[in-house]
């Protein structure tokens, strides 16, 4: 069983820029891949983001290509996810997600939490 707990979230403007963390309390964070997906009020869980175990891949969706970059230590057990020029429809909680395989659809095997990213416009 892997726990991952987010943190970073909150409120900030358009235009602006926060840095999420996903902490992971298992050794063997790099044996997997981790995302990180979105889902605002009334709508389906998106993916954001994904980086392959060593970090030498990473994908994006196409609505945040360019402003957001998903990054991982290994050593510290944390993936992060640096947000910038953000927009109100980035708005949304985000949760970090852990599996053996990197894909963009939510069938991950461990969740956070999540946590709340509001942008006011």
């Known amino acids: 069983q892997v726990q991952l707990v987010e943190s970073g979230g909150g409120l900030v403007q358009a235009g602006g820029s926060l840095r999420l963390s996903c902490a992971a309390d298992?050794?063997?964070?790099?044996?997997?891949?981790m995302s990180w997906f979105r889902q605002a009020p009334g709508k389906e869980r998106e993916f954001v983001a994904g980086i392959s175990r060593s970090g030498g891949y990473r994908n994006y969706a196409d609505s945040v290509k360019g402003r957001f970059t998903i990054s991982r230590d290994n050593a510290k057990s944390t993936v992060y996810l640096q947000m910038s020029s953000l927009k109100p429809e980035d708005t949304a909680v985000y949760s970090c997600?852990?599996?053996?395989?990197?894909?963009?659809?939510?069938?991950?095997?461990?969740w956070g939490q999540g946590t709340q990213v509001t942008v006011s416009s």
């Open positions: 997600a852990a599996g053996p395989r990197l894909i963009r659809s939510p069938q991950y095997d461990y």
């Open positions: 298992e050794r063997a964070f790099s044996d997997y891949h």
